[in-house]
Structure formats: structure tokens, C-alpha cells
């Protein structure tokens, strides 16, 4: 059996899975883990391998420690590279800028491209690059494949791309819509039209990624057309703890009146703000739990979230002109009926008609939530980023 490895590098952790790129989007991969708090005073490996959790706890200085001690583990366990043909390793990586609009093999000059786009992404970049660098020297001979979380919205007209922010400026330092999720958007897009029984280039559809992040694709055709994240991800919908479309004059105010620092007014807005931010907690599940006590301000996140959630579905009815499918995925959209039963209440004069029963299945594979007479279709589809990925290095690995 062949595998390939799939790697997802933040600035404090490394995630890792070892899969069949053969498998199907709810299989469990053969091997995954998570190297986390790296550069803290203890850092951790946790290993899931044949059913069974395995941990190391030690200083973890760096990436290159993390991954080697992630690597160790596996070997120590029977997964790692000596005992498992690994035939690609795929990294994601989170900005492609313009320079990239599919997944490319890694070279030198394709890291020093990656580089290159670091003061668009300089939290997640560094990490990405740091994550190849480390990997290329451990499996030097296995094809490396960089695939961005941008690439899918290559396509958006310059109408959705472009902000309407002085031009100069703009050009300058690289400011307009790039779009993220991109993955998982497009494996959504190209899973509906097997649903539809219908080729991707006649389908129009609505893609809503709700997870801890959140973002909503419109893509005609199998081409993106517009999403709501832009040249961050912290852009369109609520998100658990990111704000989502606000005012920009609030970060004036916030520097001006509050005195914060621009520090304080970005951690507040991506990591304090969102569901989080209302209410207090970020997972659904804590949420669900505090408006069955009656908490006000839980009910109100929730109310806050549908409201946005349904504006950019409405107004991407209208950018798509005529709409075949929306589809729900990642931890929210997969798995909160009530989320989805709410985003698409009331909406029989637009052809949307949701069958309560199909809605409140539990979470398994793709599947139709929608009435059989709805114009619409409303999909549940589990989307599996690392599966994506793993994909895309098989396929490019020579
Ligand atoms: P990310 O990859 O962005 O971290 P996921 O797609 O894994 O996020 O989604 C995580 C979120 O999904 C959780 O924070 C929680 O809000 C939600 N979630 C997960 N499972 C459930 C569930 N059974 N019911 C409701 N919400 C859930």
C-alpha cells in the first residue's frame, strides 16, 4: 500500500495525516497527528495510529524537532517512512497571491515564490515555509506539492477581485479579494455536479463552508465567481471568534477613541470577536447547549450568524442569476441541522424547500436535505481538505 503524506503547518503547530488518496471523504486516514505548541516550554506530539493515541511530551524548540519528533513516533509505532511507502507529501499552504492558481510541485524557486508572498500572509507563510523546508530535508526524495488554499479563486472576475480602494495603493501592496478554503470549495463544487448527474460546466452553486472558519463560494460553472473571504480570511461571514464583514471605520474608532494598538484591534477582531465574542464560546455545540438554557447572549450570536449567513446566500442568488445547488460543509455545516434549517427558512418563493426529516439525519456521507419538488437542491457534502491534497501531490507527483 501506498500513501501519501499530507502536512498542514501553523506558526505554533504541525498537523499531519498519512492516507490512500483512494479513500473517500469520511474515511479515517491511516495515520494522523499534531505536533502543537511548539517554541512553548512543553510542547507535544500526539499520534493517532491502529486505533490506538500515542503522545510524547518534551520541548519542541522548532519545526524541524516537531517534525522529526512526529517522524520518530510514527517509526516507533509502525507507520513511519522506513515501514510505509509515502509516494508524495502534499503541504498546504495558505496564500498563493497571484502568483498561483493550482498546486505545483516544489522546487527551490517555487519556496522562494512562497517567500515572496509573505507580507500577505505573514502569520501563515513563515510556518508554510518552514513546514516544506523541514519535510524536503527529511524525505528528500519524494515529490513535495505546495497546494494553496487560494488557488481556486484564480478565476474571480476583477468585479468581485478588485476593492473599490485607491488604485495606487492597492497595486502597490498587493490589496484585493484572494479568497481562502479553497480547497475544500472546490471539492465541493466538483462533488454536486455527480449529485446533480450533471456536468461541473452547467452547474451554478452556492458552496457554504462553515466551520470554525467560515467562508461561502459562488462558482458558475465549476469556476469560482465570488467568496466572502477577501485579502484575509477574516472577511464575510462570523465566524467561531473572527468578525466577519464589519464597518472598517471600526478600527479608526478602535485606535483613535479606544487607544488600542493595531496588535490589540487585530487580536480582537480574529480571535476574541465572532460567536466567541458574543457569547463567550466558539463551538456550536457549547452554544447550541447555552440557548437551550436560555442564554440571551448565545441566542443573540446565533440570530447575528444566521442573519449574515443568509445575506451573502441571497446575494448570491442574484450574482449567480440562476442557482442548481447549495451545499453545507465542514464542522458547522455538516453537522448543525439547525444552522442549516435556519440559513434556508422561508425561502419556498425562491424555489429553496428543505424536507425536516432528510435535514435531522445525523452527519454521514453526501447527501440531499432538500424536498424532491425544491428548484433549488440543498446538499450536505463532508468536505476533507488533507484528502484533497493528498490527491493533488499523487496526481503531480512524476
Ligand atoms: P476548522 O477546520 O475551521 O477548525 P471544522 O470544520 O472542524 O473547523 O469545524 C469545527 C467546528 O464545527 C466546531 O468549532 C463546532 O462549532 C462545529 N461542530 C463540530 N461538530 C459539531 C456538532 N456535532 N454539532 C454542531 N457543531 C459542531
Known amino acids: ?64 524537532v516537531g517534525l522529526n519528533r512526529a517522524f520518530e513516533l510514527m517509526s516507533e509505532h509502525g507507520c513511519g517512512p522506513a515501514q510505509v511507502e509515502i509516494t508524495a507529501v502534499g503541504h498546504r499552504v495558505v496564500h498563493g497571491g497571484i502568483l498561483f492558481s493550482a498546486p505545483e510541485i516544489i522546487t527551490d524557486e517555487i519556496v522562494d515564490m512562497i517567500k515572496d508572498l509573505i507580507p500577505l500572509a505573514p502569520l501563515h507563510n513563515p510556518a508554510n515555509v518552514d513546514g516544506i523546508e523541514v519535510a524536503r530535508k527529511i524525505l528528500p526524495d519524494v515529490p513535495h506539492v505546495a497546494v494553496f488554499d487560494t488557488g481556486f479563486f484564480h478565476t ?86 473572527r468578525t466577519g464583514d464589519i464597518d472598517p471605520g471600526i478600527v479608526f474608532h478602535l485606535y483613535r477613541t479606544a487607544n488600542m494598538s493595531i496588535d490589540e484591534i487585530d487580536t480582537l477582531m480574529n480571535k476574541q470577536s465572532g460567536i466567541k465574542g458574543i457569547s463567550g464560546v466558539n463551538d456550536f455545540r457549547a452554544l447550541a447547549e447555552m440557548i437551550e438554557d436560555g442564554d440571551p447572549d448565545a441566542w443573540l450570536a446565533y440570530q447575528i450568524y444566521i442573519h449574515q449567513l443568509r445575506r451573502y446566500i441571497g446575494s448570491y442568488m442574484i450574482s449567480l442569476g ?11 455545516g455538516e453537522n448543525a441541522a439547525n444552522v442549516r434549517a435556519d440559513a434556508m427558512a422561508e425561502l419556498e418563493m425562491y424555489g429553496i424547500k428543505i424536507d425536516p426529516e432528510r435535514n435531522a439525519l445525523p452527519n454521514s456521507g453526501p447527501r440531499e436535505i432538500s424536498t424532491d419538488d425544491s428548484t433549488i437542491k440543498v446538499f450536505v457534502v463532508p468536505t476533507n481538505e488533507e484528502l484533497a491534497i493528498a490527491r493533488y501531490a499523487t496526481e503531480l507527483a512524476p
Open 156 to 241: 474571480l472576475p476583477p468585479a468581485a477581485a478588485i476593492y473599490a480602494i485607491n488604485k495606487e495603493v492597492a497595486g502597490e501592496n498587493g490589496v484585493r479579494r484572494y479568497g481562502f478554503h479553497g480547497t475544500s470549495h472546490e471539492y465541493i463544487s466538483q462533488r454536486v455536479p455527480e449529485l446533480l448527474g450533471k456536468p461541473t460546466d452547467e452547474v451554478n452553486q452556492i458552496t457554504l463552508h462553515l466551520g470554525n472558519g467560515a467562508s461561502c463560494a459562488a462558482v458558475r460553472g465549476g469556476q469560482a465567481i465570488d467568496t466572502s473571504m477577501g485579502m484575509t480570511p477574516l472577511s464575510g461571514l462570523v465566524m467561531g471568534t
Open 1 to 64: 500500500m501506498t500513501y501519501a503524506l499530507v502536512l498542514n503547518s501553523g506558526s505554533s503547530s504541525i498537523k499531519f495525516q498519512l492516507l490512500d488518496p483512494n479513500n473517500s471523504a469520511t474515511d479515517e486516514p491511516f495515520a494522523s497527528g499534531l505536533v502543537e505548541q511548539i517554541g512553548e516550554p512543553l510542547g507535544r506530539v500526539i499520534l493517532k495510529y491502529g486505533g490506538e493515541k500515542h503522545l510524547l511530551e518534551e520541548p519542541i524548540p522548532n519545526h524541524s
Open 322 to 332: 440562476r442557482v442548481d445547488a447549495i451545499t453545507f460543509t465542514a464542522g458547522v
